[in-house]
């Protein structure tokens, strides 16, 4: 799109006279650039498993460094592209930077909503492919009965509905009858290990565990999903998908 956009509308002053190659690879070698440094940042997310702790704050500061860096290896490749003896001035270091954001800022404001309407109707349709499942599958057997003790409360995994980790303490919901809230002591990560023993307990979130015997309607939005369980909504994050999907299937 930038290849495109740049090359067959030149935006910005086009001075051929400086050019050591055609303008045809100076305008790919420029699109190519971003390419390059928004590979790197995925394999760095991937790594880091920077989605897990994901928001929009980090989006807009992912944004704005990637249309920095990318402006900066612009003015750095300059030497390569133009002749011209002030390739290293100051005037053309504000020059690249600038236009990579409004370039860049062009991009967002178009690809962020089409993504946004993907993604919600992405997660839309498997909801509703899901909540065929709940009925059939989820309610039907229970696994065995027993107490989980953290500290000094005792529950029991069968009124388990959710928990939500609020710093080093952990929200517990029991009871699907008459919920009640029980602020405990402990991490989430501490009770998703006396709790592994049940599948059908699911880690949803980086902040959430869900008893899935309990969920009564899967809806899909732009982040994921939303589960209803009685009056609450738990989310189900992006990267948490494929596992709750796998489980809802299963045989």
Request: charged share 20%.
């Amino acid at each position: 799109m930038t290849f495109l956009f740049n090359y067959a509308f030149e935006p910005f002053n086009v001075e051929y006279t400086e050019h050591k190659m055609n303008y045809f690879w100076i305008t790919l070698i420029h699109s190519l650039t971003p390419v390059i440094i928004l590979s790197f940042l995925f394999i760095i997310g991937s790594i880091w498993k920077l989605e897990e702790k994901w928001n929009v704050v980090k989006e807009a500061f992912l944004i704005f460094s990637f249309f920095l860096m990318v402006g900066l290896v612009q003015f750095l490749i300059r030497d390569l592209i133009y002749d011209n003896p002030n390739n290293w001035s100051l005037q053309y270091l504000y020059e690249e930077i600038r236009n990579t954001f409004l370039v860049g800022t062009l991009f967002v404001l178009i690809l962020i909503p089409l993504n946004f309407n993907r993604l919600n109707t992405k997660h839309g349709n498997r909801a509703t492919l899901l909540n065929n499942a709940i009925g059939d599958k989820l309610t039907t057997e229970y696994p065995k009965t027993n107490n989980i003790k953290v500290n000094d409360f005792e529950f029991n995994n069968n009124q388990f509905l959710f928990a939500k980790a609020e710093g080093n303490y952990t929200e517990v919901y029991l009871n699907a009858q008459n919920p009640t809230k029980k602020l405990i002591r402990t991490t989430l990560k501490n009770l998703e290990t006396l709790l592994q023993a049940h599948p059908n307990i699911l880690k949803t979130h980086r902040s959430y565990l869900v008893n899935c015997n309990y969920i009564e309607k899967i809806e899909g939005n732009a982040q994921g999903y939303q589960l209803h369980i009685g009056n609450y909504k738990v989310p189900v994050s992006r990267n948490k998908i494929q596992k709750f999907n796998s489980y809802m299937k299963r045989e």
